[in-house]
């Protein structure tokens, strides 16, 4: 079923283990494979695409917890190049982005990497989901939107009505 402004993302192809998932819009949650290849990099960057032509701004989670391997230069480089050129739009479509890092000097190291190289977005690390999706529905709130019920349950939140 379609609903109206939330993207549709393509279907996952076989062998990607990404999790690209935007049924709580406009909170978009992605979940890294434990290994990242290639095709889970061009999955998520056309899932990108789809989340940049909504209407709407999002606010977006990134849940590397389940990462096994550190992806390889060429696949960082890919990440990175995806990123720097589309600065604009995320600036304008992303009201936050909040990446959950199960390591506390792995987070710190981020949060560092941050400050020296800001996002065009708010960016924050976090060690757990919950605290993550909180930090997200404020953002969602701050920006006058609607908060679907499960990115509340998601958040161990009561539902603001």
Sequence with gaps: MYVVGLPEIGVKPVGVGIEFDVSMWPLVQVVMPAVIELADITYLQESYEHVFAAPKRHALIVDTTTIEQIP??????????????RRPI??????????????????GAYTALRWISPQPAP??????????????IEGI?????HVPA????????????
């Design 150 to 161: 499960a990115a509340y349950v998601l958040a161990g939140m009561p539902e603001v009505v």
């Design 141 to 145: 709130e701050a920006d006058g939107q």
């Design 90 to 107: 995320i600036r304008d479509k992303n009201i936050g982005s909040a990446i959950v890092l199960s390591n506390a000097l792995v987070r």
């Design 72 to 85: 390889d230069a060429t696949l960082r480089k890919k990440m990175k190049d995806f990123e720097d050129g």
């Design 123 to 136: 960016n924050k690390a976090f060690s757990n989901l919950r605290d993550a999706a909180r930090w997200c």
